[in-house]
T-cell receptor, first 114, second 114 residues
Framework: DGGITQSPKYLFRKEGQNVTLSCEQN?????MYWYRQDPGQGLRLIYY???????QKGDIAEGYSVSREKKESFPLTVTSAQKNPTAFYLC?????????????FGSGTRLTVV | KQEVTQIPAALSVPEGENLVLNCSFT??????LQWFRQDPGKGLTSLLL?????REQTSGRLNASLDKSSGRSTLYIAASQPGDSATYLC?????????????FGTGTQLKVEL
């Protein structure tokens, strides 16, 4: 079945560490997105990519980095510069970043700073 | 800047009741509006997508309407069941020079009781 796979489901980070969250899709979608979800807040866009080897900052990109070397993969690195990284991270994809296509979401990664 | 608001934040109803969830958005120049369901600790599942040229969409017991001029969308759930208990999110899409952008509301947490 086609879908989006996020791993790991739970991730613990020590202060000062960089961690990378994985997002893989087999839907042949061109566009991919990373969102952060905090209790009581809507999803906020971190980064998005419309095509391979291209990505743009979203609303809260500081302290995060991404790469898009393959169509299927859009990993997110949470760097030590992100001061409050504890959150639920969701990856999504759509057929294209242009036009009004619906989004498909992964099951999320919960990141906790210890 | 697009802002999306959902009212009520939480709702508890007895099984079998029909109910309406509300979503409002500030920028009426949306391309589409999408409703999602989120179970605790899980990703988002797409329920309905309404293009800006449409007035409503239906899927089973769910019906979503869109009124662009007033900046409102509603999700109607008929004959609610305990399995409908979840958080329901609406998201408005606009098209920008950098691609489409989805803005989420904070959700309505629904509990359907036996």
């Amino acid at each position: 079945d086609g879908g989006i796979t996020q791993s790991p489901k739970y991730l613990f980070r020590k202060e000062g560490q960089n961690v990378t969250l994985s997002c893989e899709q087999n839907l042949n979608h061109d566009a991919m997105y990373w969102y952060r979800q905090d209790p009581g807040q809507g999803l906020r866009l971190i980064y998005y990519s419309q095509i391979v080897n291209d990505f743009q900052k979203g609303d809260i990109a500081e302290g995060y980095s991404v790469s898009r070397e393959k169509k299927e993969s859009f990993p997110l690195t949470v760097t030590s510069a992100q001061k409050n990284p504890t959150a639920f991270y969701l990856c999504a994809s759509s057929i294209s970043g242009q036009g009004g296509y619906g989004y498909t979401f992964g099951s999320g990664t919960r990141l906790t700073v210890v | 800047k697009q802002e999306v608001t959902q009212i009520p934040a939480a709702l508890s109803v007895p099984e079998g009741e029909n109910l309406v969830l509300n979503c409002s958005f500030t920028d009426s120049a949306i391309y589409n509006l999408q409703w999602f369901r989120q179970d605790p600790g899980k990703g988002l599942t797409s329920l309905l997508l309404i293009q800006s040229s449409q007035r409503e969409q239906t899927s089973g017991r769910l019906n979503a309407s869109l009124d662009k001029s007033s900046g409102r969308s509603t999700l109607y759930i008929a004959a609610s069941q305990p399995g409908d208990s979840a958080t329901y999110l609406c998201a408005a899409m606009i098209l920008t020079g950098g691609g489409n952008k989805l803005t989420f509301g904070t959700g309505t947490q629904l509990k359907v009781e036996l």
